[in-house]
């Protein structure tokens, strides 16, 4: 067995693995889980959005009074 023999098995071995990890990565049964991976960076961004909307529906009928005051006065300022 040369060194040409064993190169020509490794670039064999090579491009096998790479078109099986392409087909893993590409299958059309695996898509839902990658777009579902693909969004996780911005799931704490949305229950962040979800919690300050929240808190400040409980807040609005304390802070009614104070808004207008606020823009009253910004409108003097004006």
Do not use: H
Not at 26 to 43: G, M, N, Y
């Amino acid at each position: 067995m040369t060194i040409e023999t064993l190169r020509e098995i490794g670039l064999v071995l090579g491009s096998l693995a790479f078109l099986a990890i392409c087909w893993w990565a590409f299958s059309p049964k695996r898509k839902k889980r990658f777009e579902e991976d693909a969004k996780l960076p911005f799931a704490d961004e949305a229950q962040q959005d979800d919690k300050s909307a929240s808190a400040a529906q409980k807040d609005e009928p304390k802070s009614e009074q104070g808004s207008e005051t606020e823009r009253k006065q910004g409108q003097n300022k004006q």
